[in-house]
């Protein structure tokens, strides 16, 4: 039975590898400096690049963290200082947990109601905001885990010494768990970094810079998953170089998110 | 206030002040403070209700138009603007099925393996390649299937499913009979009743169970020539290795979860039966599966949940054909996928509204079985928090 569940492991790890690998080898074929500053080419002509992508999902990244993070952060700071036995706080923490198992093209949908039939057009903006509604409910419950965490002492001690408690709060118990609370914000930084459907119908895909957040704009992921069903053969490599890129920005936040807590993994599900 | 600063209540933290008796909780700042705080856990609320709102506006016009009949036809025919849900839910309820049948003794056994068997050295690299796993974007793994397991599948997996599969799955349904009938004929507990029956009991018991097997193999055999699971030709992009590439997905939910069950049932169970002897596997079973079967079924619906909205990977490996097909080895469609698929390109607004009507079942869907399976998963954790 030990060598079953040896066995188990051992399978798992198989397409991991398998996959690994693959991406590796093949992307690695066209990751240059090219591939990363150059606009797409038409296909056939060489020298094309996804340098708008990695730019879209910065963008992207940085708009939903505007969303996100401050409502994320301040309300898991509420549940965790403000909410032991409010049934307020109960439903809040339910909401939270419910919310994110919803699949993202939902949120996706939501966000192109509520923006994209708004402007009539195609934006970075409704593609952020629906990134940024996926990482609340995430950045909120990571945040109150690790405020938890934080020893009650230390906030007897600031009231003790006549430190108001919003000030208490602000000051010593968030700073206190910061290195907590990064980890959770990067966590869910690379969540959203790696999600494709719901950028599908908000912030869509363009083939040049965008200029603004109120145009379409092309992001890494849409552009692999546009790529990788082509029937063109150069675009499929440049799908692989797409989905190495992809994967290393991914695993290097993931990775520097356990140098700030060790067991990063049990903040989230 | 405690007459004693040092007295805590059994090593844990002590009980916290009330703080109303603060002076520094009151002034203006701090009331600031709370309401902006609490205005933001309210924003939370306010998501929860404007994805379920914003949902079931944007399905309105085609909840008008098709009403209940979206629920039960299976015509999907954008261009006449006739639209039915159902080979999109089958699509995605069998492609969730066989991932749940292929993860989940991968994922108990990964767990029990990271929780009670592996020496503490081994722990760290596999707990490690699970977390990558769970990180891995879902469109590269969809890269990985249109380019690889699909190729895969249809050249050394799907041949032998078409020879094998069908007859395989023929004796495993009799089996099940047989093994079913076994268990609830020992249920009746007849021989309590009849003594004569005691020493021929298990004989007798397998006894009608192989027999009621083996009469049931020829409906079972005429039923699957009509309705083959297993079909030839077969692409390699089809319900059954979406199936599998959800599984590979799925994996880490279930091995996470489950880990924190296993780990939440105190050390004494395990002790306790150790005690009276068992071997290893005896006190797995004992000590360690049999309290965590509740939270077990909610970590297997959490990952459900997931399985069931997960779009990208799905989209690139299933074949995107809106029909209900009986052959596994078919391409086919889910709900997640025919809204990726087909949303940027929609031109009519009433097939827009249709897709949003899919995602609000989508919604529904999720939300129910999250909801239980995080009270499971609660009530398992919880008990032995106490």
Same mark, same amino acid.
């Given at each position: 039975m030990v060598f079953l569940c040896g066995a188990a492991s051992f399978v798992a790890m198989i397409p991991l590898v398998s996959l690994l690998l693959y991406v590796l080898l093949q992307g690695f074929k066209r990751l240059d400096w090219v591939f990363l500053t150059h606009l797409p080419t038409p296909?056939?002509?060489?020298?094309?690049?996804?340098g708008n992508a990695i730019l879209g999902t910065i963008t992207l990244i940085i708009i939903a963290s505007m969303v996100g993070l401050p409502i994320g952060v301040f309300a898991g700071v509420y549940l965790s200082e403000y909410g032991k036995k409010n049934i307020f706080a109960w439903w809040v923490r339910f909401t939270a947990d419910v919310l994110s198992g919803v699949p993202s093209i939902v949120t996706g949908i939501v966000a192109y109601t509520l923006i994209v039939k708004t402007t009539h057009h195609f934006s970075a903006l409704a593609g952020g905001v629906a990134l940024g509604f996926m990482m609340i409910p995430i950045v909120s419950r990571t945040t109150e885990e690790l405020v938890k965490l934080v020893p009650h002492s230390i906030r007897e001690a600031s009231w003790a010494l006549g430190v108001p408690r919003w000030r208490t709060i602000l000051s010593i118990v968030i700073r206190t768990a910061k290195n907590g609370i990064l980890t959770g914000i990067l966590l869910s930084i690379a969540r959203i970094a790696g999600e494709t459907a719901p950028l599908l119908f908000t912030s869509f895909n363009n083939?040049?810079?965008?200029?603004?957040?109120?145009e379409p704009t092309a992001s890494l992921t849409v552009q692999v998953f546009t790529y990788a069903i082509s029937p063109f053969q150069d675009w499929h490599d440049q799908a692989w170089s797409g989905a190495l890129a992809l994967l290393i920005l991914v695993l290097t936040i993931n990775l520097s998110a356990k140098v700030f807590f060790k067991n990063p993994r049990q903040l989230l599900r | 206030m405690n007459s004693n600063p040092e007295a805590t209540t059994n090593g844990r933290a002590p009980k916290a002040l009330p703080?109303?008796? *603060?002076? !520094? !909780?009151?002034?203006f700042m701090d009331r600031l403070f709370h309401g902006f705080t609490a205005f933001m856990a309210f924003m939370i609320l306010l998501l929860a209700v404007m994805t379920a709102a914003t949902l079931f506006i944007a399905a309105q016009p085609s909840i008008h138009v098709s009403g209940w009949s979206f629920l039960t036809s299976s015509d999907w025919d954008p261009v006449k603007g006739i639209f039915g849900c159902v080979p999109f839910v089958y699509g995605t309820l069998v492609s969730s099925l066989i991932a749940l049948i292929i993860a989940t003794p991968l994922g108990l056994g990964i767990s029990l393996f990271l929780t009670e068997l592996a020496p503490m050295k081994l722990r760290d690299p596999v707990a490690f390649v699970v977390e990558i796993l769970a990180a891995i974007p879902s469109v590269v793994y969809g890269l990985w299937g249109i380019f690889l397991l699909a190729p895969f599948m249809r050249v050394h997996v799907d041949p032998l499913l078409i020879k094998f599969g069908n007859s395989t799955v023929v004796g495993l349904a009799a089996l099940t009979v047989a093994i079913l009938t076994v268990a609830i004929l020992n249920s009746l507990e007849l021989s309590e009743k009849i003594r004569a029956l005691r020493p021929i009991e298990g004989y007798l018991y397998w006894g009608v169970g192989i027999v009621l097997g083996l009469i049931l193999i020829g409906p079972f055999q005429h039923l699957i020539t009509t309705y083959p699971l297993f079909k030839g030709?077969?692409?390699? *992009?089809s319900l059954f290795t979406a199936g599998v590439i959800l599984s590979i997905m799925i994996l880490p939910t279930i091995t996470a979860i489950s880990r924190e069950v296993f780990e939440a049932v105190p050390n004494s169970q395990r002790e306790s039966a150790r005690a009276l002897g068992a071997t290893s596997w005896e006190t797995i079973q004992l000590a360690v599966m049999k309290p965590s079967k509740v939270g077990i079924l909610g970590a297997l619906m959490l990952a459900l949940g997931r399985a069931l909205g997960e779009t990208m990977a799905v989209t690139m490996v299933i074949? !995107? !054909?809106p029909q209900v097909v009986s052959n596994l080895l078919g391409a086919s469609h889910s709900m997640a996928s025919v809204i990726a698929n087909e949303f940027s390109e929609a031109v009519s607004d009433i097939h827009i509204a249709a897709l949003a009507e899919i995602g609000l079942l989508l919604m529904v869907i999720t939300f129910v079985l999250n909801i239980v399976a995080n009270l499971l998963v609660w009530v398992t954790t919880s008990k032995y928090q106490r």
């Amino acid at each position: 039975m030990v060598f079953l569940c040896g066995a188990a492991s051992f399978v798992a790890m198989i397409p991991l590898v398998s996959l690994l690998l693959y991406v590796l080898l093949q992307g690695f074929k066209r990751l240059d400096w090219v591939f990363l500053t150059h606009l797409p080419t038409p296909v056939g002509v060489d020298g094309g690049g996804m340098g708008n992508a990695i730019l879209g999902t910065i963008t992207l990244i940085i708009i939903a963290s505007m969303v996100g993070l401050p409502i994320g952060v301040f309300a898991g700071v509420y549940l965790s200082e403000y909410g032991k036995k409010n049934i307020f706080a109960w439903w809040v923490r339910f909401t939270a947990d419910v919310l994110s198992g919803v699949p993202s093209i939902v949120t996706g949908i939501v966000a192109y109601t509520l923006i994209v039939k708004t402007t009539h057009h195609f934006s970075a903006l409704a593609g952020g905001v629906a990134l940024g509604f996926m990482m609340i409910p995430i950045v909120s419950r990571t945040t109150e885990e690790l405020v938890k965490l934080v020893p009650h002492s230390i906030r007897e001690a600031s009231w003790a010494l006549g430190v108001p408690r919003w000030r208490t709060i602000l000051s010593i118990v968030i700073r206190t768990a910061k290195n907590g609370i990064l980890t959770g914000i990067l966590l869910s930084i690379a969540r959203i970094a790696g999600e494709t459907a719901p950028l599908l119908f908000t912030s869509f895909n363009n083939q040049f810079w965008a200029k603004g957040i109120n145009e379409p704009t092309a992001s890494l992921t849409v552009q692999v998953f546009t790529y990788a069903i082509s029937p063109f053969q150069d675009w499929h490599d440049q799908a692989w170089s797409g989905a190495l890129a992809l994967l290393i920005l991914v695993l290097t936040i993931n990775l520097s998110a356990k140098v700030f807590f060790k067991n990063p993994r049990q903040l989230l599900r | 206030m405690n007459s004693n600063p040092e007295a805590t209540t059994n090593g844990r933290a002590p009980k916290a002040l009330p703080f109303s008796s *603060l002076i !520094n !909780n009151s002034g203006f700042m701090d009331r600031l403070f709370h309401g902006f705080t609490a205005f933001m856990a309210f924003m939370i609320l306010l998501l929860a209700v404007m994805t379920a709102a914003t949902l079931f506006i944007a399905a309105q016009p085609s909840i008008h138009v098709s009403g209940w009949s979206f629920l039960t036809s299976s015509d999907w025919d954008p261009v006449k603007g006739i639209f039915g849900c159902v080979p999109f839910v089958y699509g995605t309820l069998v492609s969730s099925l066989i991932a749940l049948i292929i993860a989940t003794p991968l994922g108990l056994g990964i767990s029990l393996f990271l929780t009670e068997l592996a020496p503490m050295k081994l722990r760290d690299p596999v707990a490690f390649v699970v977390e990558i796993l769970a990180a891995i974007p879902s469109v590269v793994y969809g890269l990985w299937g249109i380019f690889l397991l699909a190729p895969f599948m249809r050249v050394h997996v799907d041949p032998l499913l078409i020879k094998f599969g069908n007859s395989t799955v023929v004796g495993l349904a009799a089996l099940t009979v047989a093994i079913l009938t076994v268990a609830i004929l020992n249920s009746l507990e007849l021989s309590e009743k009849i003594r004569a029956l005691r020493p021929i009991e298990g004989y007798l018991y397998w006894g009608v169970g192989i027999v009621l097997g083996l009469i049931l193999i020829g409906p079972f055999q005429h039923l699957i020539t009509t309705y083959p699971l297993f079909k030839g030709p077969s692409t390699g *992009l089809s319900l059954f290795t979406a199936g599998v590439i959800l599984s590979i997905m799925i994996l880490p939910t279930i091995t996470a979860i489950s880990r924190e069950v296993f780990e939440a049932v105190p050390n004494s169970q395990r002790e306790s039966a150790r005690a009276l002897g068992a071997t290893s596997w005896e006190t797995i079973q004992l000590a360690v599966m049999k309290p965590s079967k509740v939270g077990i079924l909610g970590a297997l619906m959490l990952a459900l949940g997931r399985a069931l909205g997960e779009t990208m990977a799905v989209t690139m490996v299933i074949g !995107n !054909n809106p029909q209900v097909v009986s052959n596994l080895l078919g391409a086919s469609h889910s709900m997640a996928s025919v809204i990726a698929n087909e949303f940027s390109e929609a031109v009519s607004d009433i097939h827009i509204a249709a897709l949003a009507e899919i995602g609000l079942l989508l919604m529904v869907i999720t939300f129910v079985l999250n909801i239980v399976a995080n009270l499971l998963v609660w009530v398992t954790t919880s008990k032995y928090q106490r």
